[in-house]
């Protein structure tokens, strides 16, 4: 018989506690104030760095785990403590995951270090695809990369809008469209290095939570990279461009092989805001009294923390599954990527509701987290594919239909 263990191994146990002492120690009690300041928490993303979790070495022991988990215990923990400043210091990998999906080996090898930096001189990197008319439906970018042949330049123009890091990231992943004509099929991932010309922030947005990640803006204008920034360079997007042109079947599309990957590190920090916020209201339920009890003595307070944790530990099993399938390369066929991250976004944004409940007004207040993470939760539902999209995939994977 082979064998099959739930249980965590002695170096996921370890990693587990490693981060969770950081998630507790350093971001939890900084974690009202950056909600508050709306500003890129940049002395905790130093601390991240000296201490090694914000670092191209983490990242890349990460991502060559085999079991997949190792990125989903860190940032199911960095949520527990704050999801914001987990997406503050984690938005970066976005970036990294688009050009690991659409980079060559050498531009892999040559631009995932100036995505971290070191700790003497951290950097940070944005993936920008969304824009004000493109949102859900990424095949209408109107973002226009055009190869320039003399210079050997590609020109990029148009405006990306909500994303994180934008404008303020080191090394931005921008996707553009090549041949408006075939859709997300004539789409293709650019690099933008660090100082270039024709690039800047627009509007930075104030949100309703995660709001120590910085969202902006991305503005494009006659903003001019070498050839060797076209991710997965220009023979290969020539030879897919020529098979989709004769009809054939492309494999790639820039976007969403970056998505497809990211979703289930979504659910998982999806799961640590909701995690913590169940804790958080359990420990009040015993504690708080009314008409001479703990208020966990009635069955209408016990059975919201019954769900609340049924719901965190079916998202923490999916999460994971499609985090184990995603490092063995098992394709997703039912969506199980899909699955992950509506099912954690959705528990997210329930549980956090349903501890704002039992805490009654002390929950609505912005002297306890939870109202902070009930805001936070709700972008779990929407960024990187809304609830209705993963639906949607799902649908069609197990259908087979193309269901609208
Ligand atoms: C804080 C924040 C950070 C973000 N970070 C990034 C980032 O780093 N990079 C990036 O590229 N983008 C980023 N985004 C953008 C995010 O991915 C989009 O907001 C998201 O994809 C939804 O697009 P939209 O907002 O245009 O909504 P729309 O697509 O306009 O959707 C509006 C509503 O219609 C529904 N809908 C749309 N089409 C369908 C359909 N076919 N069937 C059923 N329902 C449908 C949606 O589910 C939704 O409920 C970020 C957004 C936010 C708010």
């Known amino acids: 018989m082979t064998d099959f263990s739930m249980e965590l191994n002695d170096d996921q146990t370890t990693l587990q506690e490693w981060v969770h002492g950081f998630a507790q120690n350093v971001i939890r009690p900084a974690a009202h104030e950056w909600d508050e300041r709306e500003e890129t928490p940049w002395p905790i993303i130093q601390e991240a760095a000296n201490i090694g979790i914000y670092s191209l070495d983490f990242f890349a022991n990460a991502v060559t785990d085999k079991t997949g988990l190792s990125i989903m215990l860190t940032l199911e923990e960095l949520a527990w403590g704050d999801a914001g400043i987990c997406m503050a210091i984690m938005g970066t990998t976005l970036g990294v995951a688009a050009i690991m999906a659409n980079g060559t080996p050498a531009q892999q090898m040559e631009w995932i270090p100036q995505c971290f930096g070191t700790p003497d001189d951290i950097k940070i990197a944005a993936f920008g695809v969304s824009e004000p008319d493109a949102g859900s439906d990424v095949s209408s970018l109107r973002t226009r990369a055009v190869y320039d042949e003399k210079s050997d330049e590609w020109v990029l123009n148009g405006t990306k809008t909500w994303i994180s890091n934008g404008g303020i990231a080191n090394v931005h992943v921008i996707v553009a469209s090549v041949d408006p004509e075939l859709g997300s099929r004539g789409q293709a991932s650019f690099i933008v290095p660090d100082g270039t010309k024709g690039i800047r922030m627009g509007q930075k947005f104030r949100k309703m939570g995660i709001r120590a990640s910085h969202t902006a803006e991305v503005i494009m204008d006659n903003c001019r990279v070498p050839g060797n920034c ?71 307070i016990a059975f919201k923390l ?81 609830s209705e999209i993963q639906r949607l995939i799902i649908a069609r994977a197990i259908s087979g239909v193309h269901i609208r």
């Open 230 to 300: 076209l991710l997965g360079g220009k023979e290969k997007l020539d030879e897919k461009l020529a098979r989709v042109r004769e009809g054939k079947k492309s494999s790639s599309q820039a976007a969403m092989a970056t998505f497809e990957a990211s979703r289930p590190a979504v659910g998982a920090q999806a799961l640590g805001i909701a995690r913590a916020a169940y804790e958080y209201s359990l420990d009040y339920a015993k504690e708080r009294q009314q008409f001479g009890r703990a208020i966990i003595e009635n069955q209408a």
């Open 306 to 386: 019954a769900d609340m944790k049924t719901r965190i530990d079916a998202s923490r099993l999916l999460v994971w599954r499609a985090a184990w399938m995603a490092a063995q390369r098992k394709p997703f066929l039912n969506g199980e990527g899909s699955m992950s991250k509506l099912y954690a976004g959705e528990t997210a944004v329930r549980v956090t509701e349903e501890a704002i409940q039992i805490m009654g007004g002390y929950g609505y207040i912005r002297d306890h987290p939870v109202e902070r993470w009930h805001r936070d939760s709700k972008i779990y539902t929407i960024f990187e594919g809304t």
